[in-house]
């Protein structure tokens, strides 16, 4: 499985991105699949979840109200839609999948996009 995330950019404060994450194989309707970001000198962390029906979806709190996770599973694709970016939101995006039985934590991951957001 691979997975290919692309989108980033730099942007000024208050300015949208929109990131997309394309999956290898036939079995992306079936993952569970996130966007987690990774700040410099910090952790990573999630962003945004969305299981495999697109019915449950959950967000970080400092993004609620201004990042959507979607997924169009005909084009193995999930997208993440940002808008308001803030300066804080900057750092290294990565797309992440969790198979069947979805207990084993995001077992692929994507490469990473770069997201600078100035001031």
């Known amino acids: 499985v691979q997975l290919q995330a692309s989108g980033g950019g730099l942007v000024q404060a208050g300015d949208s991105l929109r990131l997309s994450c394309v999956v290898s194989?036939?079995?992306?309707?079936?993952?569970?699949m996130a966007w987690f970001r990774q700040a410099p000198g910090k952790e990573r962390e999630a962003v945004a979840t969305?299981?495999?029906?697109?019915?449950?979806?959950m967000y970080a709190d400092s993004v609620k109200g201004r990042f959507t996770i979607s997924r169009v599973n005909a084009k193995n694709t999930l997208l993440l839609q940002m808008n308001s970016l803030k300066v804080e939101d900057t750092g290294v995006y990565y797309c992440?999948?969790?198979?069947?039985?979805?207990?084993?934590?995001?077992?692929?991951w994507g490469q990473g996009t770069q997201v600078t957001v100035s001031s």
């Open positions: 194989g036939r079995s992306f309707s079936r993952y569970g």
């Open positions: 992440a999948a969790d198979e069947p039985p979805y207990s084993r934590g995001y077992e692929y």
């Open positions: 969305i299981d495999w029906s697109g019915s449950s979806i």
